[in-house]
Protein backbone atom coordinates (compact mmCIF):
# COMPACT_ATOMS: atom_id res chain seq x y z
CA UNK A 1 0.00 0.00 0.00
CA UNK A 2 1.25 3.54 -0.83
CA UNK A 3 1.63 5.55 2.20
CA UNK A 4 3.46 8.54 0.36
CA UNK A 5 1.71 11.82 0.77
CA UNK A 6 -0.01 12.94 -2.20
CA UNK A 7 1.56 16.71 -2.82
CA UNK A 8 0.72 19.26 -5.91
CA UNK A 9 2.68 22.26 -6.31
CA UNK A 10 1.40 25.39 -7.10
CA UNK A 11 3.65 27.97 -9.22
CA UNK A 12 3.52 31.53 -10.82
CA UNK A 13 7.13 31.37 -12.06
CA UNK A 14 10.39 29.17 -13.55
CA UNK A 15 9.75 26.62 -10.60
CA UNK A 16 13.37 25.96 -9.47
CA UNK A 17 11.93 25.38 -5.81
CA UNK A 18 9.25 22.88 -7.36
CA UNK A 19 12.13 21.45 -9.69
CA UNK A 20 14.03 20.13 -6.16
CA UNK A 21 10.64 18.88 -4.93
CA UNK A 22 10.29 16.86 -7.20
CA UNK A 23 14.17 15.43 -7.44
CA UNK A 24 13.44 14.67 -3.74
CA UNK A 25 10.12 12.78 -4.45
CA UNK A 26 11.99 10.59 -7.20
CA UNK A 27 13.89 9.27 -4.22
CA UNK A 28 12.09 5.35 -2.99
CA UNK A 29 12.12 6.52 0.42
CA UNK A 30 11.04 9.99 0.45
CA UNK A 31 7.67 10.20 2.25
CA UNK A 32 5.92 12.45 -0.28
CA UNK A 33 4.82 11.99 -4.30
CA UNK A 34 4.35 15.30 -6.62
CA UNK A 35 0.80 14.72 -8.21
CA UNK A 36 0.90 17.53 -10.13
CA UNK A 37 1.82 21.17 -10.51
CA UNK A 38 -0.82 24.29 -10.63
CA UNK A 39 -0.12 27.50 -12.37
CA UNK A 40 -1.87 31.02 -12.13
CA UNK A 41 0.18 31.97 -15.34
CA UNK A 42 0.95 31.11 -18.70
CA UNK A 43 4.17 32.72 -18.11
CA UNK A 44 5.21 30.21 -15.21
CA UNK A 45 8.02 28.15 -17.10
CA UNK A 46 7.88 26.02 -14.39
CA UNK A 47 5.09 23.77 -16.13
CA UNK A 48 7.47 23.06 -19.36
CA UNK A 49 9.82 21.42 -16.63
CA UNK A 50 7.20 19.73 -14.80
CA UNK A 51 5.99 18.26 -18.20
CA UNK A 52 9.48 17.08 -18.55
CA UNK A 53 9.41 15.28 -15.66
CA UNK A 54 6.64 13.16 -16.27
CA UNK A 55 4.50 15.31 -13.62
CA UNK A 56 0.65 15.97 -14.59
CA UNK A 57 0.19 19.87 -15.19
CA UNK A 58 -2.56 22.28 -15.20
CA UNK A 59 -3.07 26.15 -16.11
CA UNK A 60 -5.99 27.94 -14.16
CA UNK A 61 -5.23 31.26 -15.29
CA UNK A 62 -6.21 34.14 -12.93
CA UNK A 63 -7.52 36.45 -15.72
CA UNK A 64 -10.06 34.15 -16.16
CA UNK A 65 -12.01 34.76 -13.18
CA UNK A 66 -13.63 37.62 -11.93
CA UNK A 67 -12.21 37.65 -8.09
CA UNK A 68 -9.82 35.64 -6.13
CA UNK A 69 -12.59 33.39 -4.42
CA UNK A 70 -13.62 31.88 -7.85
CA UNK A 71 -10.10 31.69 -9.07
CA UNK A 72 -9.33 29.57 -5.67
CA UNK A 73 -12.02 27.27 -5.90
CA UNK A 74 -11.27 26.74 -9.34
CA UNK A 75 -7.59 25.62 -7.76
CA UNK A 76 -9.38 23.72 -5.22
CA UNK A 77 -11.38 21.77 -7.54
CA UNK A 78 -8.21 20.88 -9.80
CA UNK A 79 -6.27 19.71 -6.17
CA UNK A 80 -9.70 17.78 -5.66
CA UNK A 81 -9.20 16.27 -9.29
CA UNK A 82 -5.70 15.40 -8.74
CA UNK A 83 -6.37 13.80 -5.43
CA UNK A 84 -3.63 15.81 -3.51
CA UNK A 85 -3.27 15.40 0.42
CA UNK A 86 -1.03 18.20 0.72
CA UNK A 87 -0.50 21.72 -1.29
CA UNK A 88 3.11 23.35 -1.58
CA UNK A 89 3.59 27.06 -2.56
CA UNK A 90 6.50 27.12 -4.44
CA UNK A 91 6.72 30.96 -5.83
CA UNK A 92 3.08 31.19 -5.91
CA UNK A 93 2.90 35.05 -6.53
CA UNK A 94 -1.08 35.32 -5.43
CA UNK A 95 -2.91 35.95 -2.07
CA UNK A 96 -4.88 33.28 -1.35
CA UNK A 97 -8.70 33.34 0.10
CA UNK A 98 -9.17 32.81 4.16
CA UNK A 99 -11.71 30.16 2.59
CA UNK A 100 -8.91 28.63 0.95
CA UNK A 101 -6.14 28.87 3.41
CA UNK A 102 -8.32 27.53 6.11
CA UNK A 103 -9.39 24.22 4.21
CA UNK A 104 -5.74 23.09 3.74
CA UNK A 105 -5.23 24.57 7.18
CA UNK A 106 -2.20 22.37 8.36
CA UNK A 107 -1.74 20.88 4.81
CA UNK A 108 0.01 23.76 3.35
CA UNK A 109 3.18 25.08 3.39
CA UNK A 110 5.59 27.72 1.48
CA UNK A 111 9.15 28.77 1.24
CA UNK A 112 9.98 32.18 1.48
CA UNK A 113 13.72 33.74 1.39
CA UNK A 114 14.73 34.93 4.12
CA UNK A 115 14.42 34.44 8.12
CA UNK A 116 10.70 35.15 8.79
CA UNK A 117 9.69 37.43 10.39
CA UNK A 118 12.54 39.31 9.06
CA UNK A 119 11.67 40.92 5.36
CA UNK A 120 7.89 38.97 4.50
CA UNK A 121 7.27 40.39 1.17
CA UNK A 122 9.53 41.06 -1.88
CA UNK A 123 12.39 42.30 -2.05
CA UNK A 124 14.01 40.46 0.42
CA UNK A 125 17.79 39.95 -0.84
CA UNK A 126 17.99 43.88 -1.30
CA UNK A 127 16.23 45.13 2.19
CA UNK A 128 18.63 42.11 3.77
CA UNK A 129 21.53 44.17 2.47
CA UNK A 130 20.23 47.86 3.57
CA UNK A 131 19.67 46.79 6.89
CA UNK A 132 23.08 45.65 7.38
CA UNK A 133 22.25 41.85 9.12
CA UNK A 134 25.01 39.84 8.45
CA UNK A 135 22.81 36.06 8.49
CA UNK A 136 20.08 35.91 5.97
CA UNK A 137 18.19 32.71 4.80
CA UNK A 138 15.38 31.28 3.97
CA UNK A 139 11.90 30.20 6.21
CA UNK A 140 9.35 27.08 5.44
CA UNK A 141 6.07 27.92 7.14
CA UNK A 142 2.73 26.88 7.35
CA UNK A 143 0.11 28.68 5.40
CA UNK A 144 -2.04 31.30 7.00
CA UNK A 145 -3.90 34.03 6.55
CA UNK A 146 -1.54 36.87 6.75
CA UNK A 147 1.58 37.40 4.07
CA UNK A 148 4.52 35.29 4.91
CA UNK A 149 3.60 34.21 8.18
CA UNK A 150 2.29 31.16 9.81
CA UNK A 151 4.10 28.57 12.07
CA UNK A 152 7.68 28.01 11.15
CA UNK A 153 8.48 24.53 9.85
CA UNK A 154 12.15 24.92 9.53
CA UNK A 155 15.03 27.63 8.32
CA UNK A 156 18.29 27.66 6.29
CA UNK A 157 20.67 30.26 7.26
CA UNK A 158 23.51 31.37 5.20
CA UNK A 159 25.98 34.26 5.60
CA UNK A 160 26.00 38.11 4.27
CA UNK A 161 29.69 38.27 2.95
CA UNK A 162 31.35 41.45 1.98
CA UNK A 163 30.66 42.74 -1.23
CA UNK A 164 27.86 40.92 -1.69
CA UNK A 165 24.96 42.11 -4.54
CA UNK A 166 21.28 41.07 -4.09
CA UNK A 167 21.93 39.02 -7.00
CA UNK A 168 24.86 36.81 -5.15
CA UNK A 169 23.12 36.42 -1.78
CA UNK A 170 19.76 35.90 -3.58
CA UNK A 171 21.82 32.62 -5.18
CA UNK A 172 23.36 31.43 -2.10
CA UNK A 173 19.76 31.38 -0.57
CA UNK A 174 18.20 29.73 -3.27
CA UNK A 175 20.57 26.98 -3.19
CA UNK A 176 19.84 26.56 0.21
CA UNK A 177 16.22 26.74 -0.07
CA UNK A 178 15.80 23.65 -2.59
CA UNK A 179 17.67 21.56 0.34
CA UNK A 180 15.52 23.32 3.27
CA UNK A 181 12.38 22.82 1.31
CA UNK A 182 12.78 19.39 0.21
CA UNK A 183 13.99 18.12 4.33
CA UNK A 184 10.64 20.70 5.47
CA UNK A 185 8.57 18.85 3.64
CA UNK A 186 9.69 15.18 4.32
CA UNK A 187 8.75 15.93 7.88
CA UNK A 188 5.33 17.66 7.53
CA UNK A 189 4.38 14.30 5.32
CA UNK A 190 5.59 12.04 8.25
CA UNK A 191 3.83 13.84 10.85
CA UNK A 192 6.79 14.88 12.30
CA UNK A 193 5.76 18.56 11.86
CA UNK A 194 2.48 19.62 12.28
CA UNK A 195 0.25 22.40 13.56
CA UNK A 196 -1.54 22.77 17.20
CA UNK A 197 -2.26 25.38 18.71
CA UNK A 198 -1.20 27.75 16.14
CA UNK A 199 2.58 26.84 16.59
CA UNK A 200 4.25 24.13 15.11
CA UNK A 201 4.66 21.23 17.53
CA UNK A 202 7.81 18.80 16.41
CA UNK A 203 7.61 14.92 17.20
CA UNK A 204 10.70 13.13 18.76
CA UNK A 205 11.33 11.30 15.50
CA UNK A 206 12.23 14.72 13.62
CA UNK A 207 14.87 14.84 11.73
CA UNK A 208 17.03 17.61 12.87
CA UNK A 209 20.40 16.24 11.59
CA UNK A 210 20.02 17.60 7.98
CA UNK A 211 23.76 18.42 6.97
CA UNK A 212 23.01 21.95 4.99
CA UNK A 213 20.26 23.48 6.81
CA UNK A 214 19.95 25.34 10.60
CA UNK A 215 16.73 24.60 11.77
CA UNK A 216 14.58 26.90 14.44
CA UNK A 217 12.02 24.27 16.59
CA UNK A 218 9.85 26.55 16.89
CA UNK A 219 8.26 30.42 15.40
CA UNK A 220 8.84 32.28 18.05
CA UNK A 221 12.63 30.75 18.32
CA UNK A 222 13.91 32.11 14.59
CA UNK A 223 17.56 31.21 13.79
CA UNK A 224 19.71 33.93 15.42
CA UNK A 225 23.37 34.51 15.65
CA UNK A 226 23.53 33.40 18.99
CA UNK A 227 21.87 30.15 17.87
CA UNK A 228 23.69 29.44 15.07
CA UNK A 229 26.36 25.79 14.14
CA UNK A 230 29.17 28.80 12.35
CA UNK A 231 30.89 25.26 11.15
CA UNK A 232 28.09 24.24 9.92
CA UNK A 233 27.07 27.70 8.29
CA UNK A 234 30.44 28.02 6.80
CA UNK A 235 29.61 25.38 4.50
CA UNK A 236 27.51 27.75 2.51
CA UNK A 237 30.37 30.47 1.94
CA UNK A 238 31.85 29.78 -1.62
Known amino acids: MNSRKRVAILISGRGSNMEALIAAAAG ?6 I ?7 PKARGLESARMRGIPTRMVPQRDYPDRAAHDEAIGAVLEELGAEMVCLAGYMRLLTPAFVERWA ?12 AFPGLDTHSRALAA ?47 RLYAQALAMVARGEARVEGGRTVFSATSDWG ?10 DAPVSLETLDLERLARFTP
Open 132 to 178: GVRVHGATVHFVTEAMDDGPIVAQAAVPVLAGDTADALAARVLKAEH
Open 106 to 117: GRMINIHPSLLP
Open 28 to 33: DDYPAE
Open 35 to 41: VGVIANT
Open 210 to 219: AEDALYSPAP
